[in-house]
């Protein structure tokens, strides 16, 4: 329940002392950690169960208050508030910490004491957002450490393992928030795991771990590419099964999302100068990082049914697969004033500048000094057609339209023009089966686009059977959403 905090006095965490009669305490939570249990010592067969959080009632002031006792006191207690609430602590107990000892697994913090919650004697109650001073609210955007203290993601990579196991302060921005994964140890305790992407000016990709419910709730929140974190003590790893390093978030971590600090402005304003390029650079990923296997993909379609489907998954980030028997209606493959090869990043593989011949992706990131090889490529956009409609501006690049042309680009770049038109005829107009991707992008003219997975001449008895009437049933719905494409 929320507490009204007028007419109170409070005693400032700079102010705290163990000879003080009953403080009561105002702050805002900036971290917090899971409730556990313990065998209790003094009760063999019983458990007692503790967790604990940080508290900041100025800019330079805060400090870890902690809660032991039984499962229902500590779980109501710990489920009634998360990071981000002002809190108000009556009657803590205040004891000098032990700073090796406080600060192994707790938050370092500049108080030379710690707070304790008894069950008897101690009160928590949380304010009403209404009423908490907007000056106590600032403190959630100000990080704990130096903010010009951190590691750049790029200079984690580039010290690789010597940094294995160093507990480090990291600013980056979020790249995507990974779902919750449960899991069960072997001992059958449950748990659960979430990944986060981060990225900044010098790394494209780098992920952060989060084991606790805490954490993963707060990553919840997070917006990607339009939330900056100072993630202070963090802790660094190499991990042997990815052959990476990555990012933990442990016991001592306090996370402060979209710090107001001038270092923080400047990724700001990058991630959103490179917010297009980052979407055309996962738009490719798949084709360029995932194998699909083929044989997972059963789904058939005509192209009626998969625009029907587009308009079915709108608003879903999710790609869809399937085949569709077809037969390419348009393929400039033999005209001048068209591009089909393209130079790509051999890092990356983002399409580079055709004048400069740089990658724009990789440039942005400075950890790279040397400048990227290139790799010629196709880059074609081709038009399916069925008996259904046609879907245009399909996407036909990389080894799929090799395998579909027949030949390498070298080969292709070898070609009269008399050839390229003999090339284009023998592939037009002949049905094929052709396995697809879509991704919903909403600034593509049709609202998605389409890669090819592959191309092939259909086999006429597979084809005469998907055409004569798998999917009809929900062909006549289809058709009316259609009118809205």
């Given amino acids: 329940m929320a507490y009204s905090i007028s007419a109170q006095n409070f005693v400032a965490i700079s102010d705290l002392h163990p000879n003080l009669a009953r403080p009561s305490i105002i702050g805002v939570v900036i971290g917090k950690t899971d409730a556990k249990g313990f065998p209790d010592r003094k009760n063999i067969g019983s458990e007692r169960y503790t967790f604990g959080f940080t508290i900041r009632d100025s800019p330079f002031h805060f400090i870890n208050v902690n809660s032991w006792g039984r499962e229902d006191y500590v779980k109501s ?24 000892k406080e600060e192994k697994f ?42 010009q203290d951190f590691y750049s993601l790029g200079d984690i990579v580039a010290n690789g393992q010597s940094l294995d196991g160093r507990i480090l302060n990291v600013l980056a921005a979020i790249k995507s928030v990974g779902q919750p994964k449960a899991f069960t140890t072997s001992d059958r305790r449950k748990g659960q795991r979430c990944e986060v992407k981060l990225y900044d000016e010098t790394e494209s990709s780098f992920s952060m ?6 954490s993963i709730q707060l990553v919840q929140s ?14 660094i790893n190499f991990d042997k099964f990815r052959n990476c390093m990555v990012a933990t978030v442990i016991s001592k971590t306090i996370i402060t999302t979209n710090p107001d600090t001038p270092e923080a402005n400047i990724l700001l304003n990058f991630i959103r100068e490179s917010a297009e390029m980052l979407t055309l650079d996962e738009e490719m990923e798949d084709q360029f990082r995932e194998s699909i296997n083929l044989q997972t993909i059963v789904d058939v379609y005509t192209v009626e049914l998969l625009k029907a489907k587009v308009l079915q998954n709108e608003g879903k980030s999710e790609p869809f697969y399937g085949i569709i028997f077809a ?14 090869i393209r130079n790509r ?20 990131f400075p950890s790279s000094s040397d400048t990227p090889a290139v790799f010629p490529s196709f ?11 046609t879907l245009h501006a399909c996407n036909l690049s990389g080894t799929v339209a090799e395998e579909t042309l027949g030949c390498k680009v070298q080969e292709f770049v070898a070609l009269t023009e008399v050839q390229k038109t003999a090339l284009k005829w023998h592939l037009l107009l002949e ?17 998605f686009r389409a890669s090819l997975l592959s191309c092939k001449l259909a086999d006429p008895v597979e084809s005469s059977q998907n055409l004569s009437g798998k999917g009809k049933p929900a062909a006549a719905s289809a058709s009316k959403q259609l009118q809205r494409l």
């Fill in 327 to 340: 037969y390419i209606s348009t393929l400039n493959i033999d005209n001048e004033t068209t591009k089909t």
């Fill in 345 to 364: 990043c051999a890092r990356c593989h983002y399409v580079v500048n055709d004048t400069t011949q740089t990658c724009s992706l990789c440039s942005s």
């Fill in 77 to 100: 207690l710990s489920e009634s508030f998360r990071v981000g609430d002002c809190v108000i602590i009556e009657n803590p107990l205040i004891q000098t910490k032990e700073v090796e």
């Fill in 379 to 389: 880059d074609l956009l081709v038009d399916l057609t069925d008996h259904s409609g």
């Fill in 431 to 447: 049905r094929s089966k052709i396995y697809f991707k879509v991704i919903l992008s909403p600034s593509s003219r049709t609202g």
């Fill in 222 to 235: 997070w917006m990607p590419r339009e939330t900056v974190i100072f993630a202070s003590d963090v802790r």
């Fill in 106 to 147: 707790n938050p370092t913090t500049p108080s030379c004491y710690k707070l304790l919650l008894s069950e008897n004697h101690s009160v928590v109650k949380i304010c009403s957002c209404y009423e908490v001073d907007t000056k106590l609210l600032s403190l959630l955007n100000l990080p704990v450490k130096n903010p």
């Fill in 209 to 214: 771990i989060c084991w606790d419910n805490e």
